[in-house]
């Protein structure tokens, strides 16, 4: 198949189901075994178990980034090139990744506050606001 048969929106319909079902699935097995394998990493000499908050809030911070760099790009094809269609969906699509992907960011970070209060219970550094009078 050659690509100028992809302009037939017919044979490209074809095509995008199949690719979308393996592109959905595809990574599934990558991401299964990376965080496996950040849940069985050993502890940090220095860190302890906390070194196991970078395998997740890291990899979030930077696909939130590249989220937001392709909606930016997707944004400027509108603007300068006005192809409405494919980049109008495009940033619609890479907004709501972005709003995925910075709520785990969040809720990892929040969850490292956690664990670190799990770790040092009786430290003199304190995490949490204290009301003031």
């Known amino acids: 198949m050659f690509l100028i048969d992809l302009a037939n929106p017919h044979r490209f319909q074809k095509l995008a189901r199949v690719m979308i079902l393996l592109l959905a699935i595809a990574p599934m097995l990558p991401f299964g075994i990376g965080l496996l394998l950040g849940f069985c990493a050993p502890a940090d000499y220095q ?21 937001y760099t392709l909606m930016a790009v ?5 603007l300068v090139w006005r192809i409405h269609l494919l980049t109008s969906r495009g940033m619609s699509c890479f907004g709501d990744v972005c709003i995925i992907y910075v709520f785990l960011l969040l809720r990892t970070a929040r969850r490292g506050e956690i664990w670190i209060l799990a770790q040092m219970p009786h430290s003199s550094w304190h995490l949490m606001p204290r009301p003031r009078s």
């Open 47 to 67: 860190q302890g178990e906390m070194v196991r908050v970078m395998y997740l809030h890291v990899p979030f911070a930077w696909l939130s980034l590249g989220a």
């Open 74 to 78: 997707a944004a400027l094809g509108t």
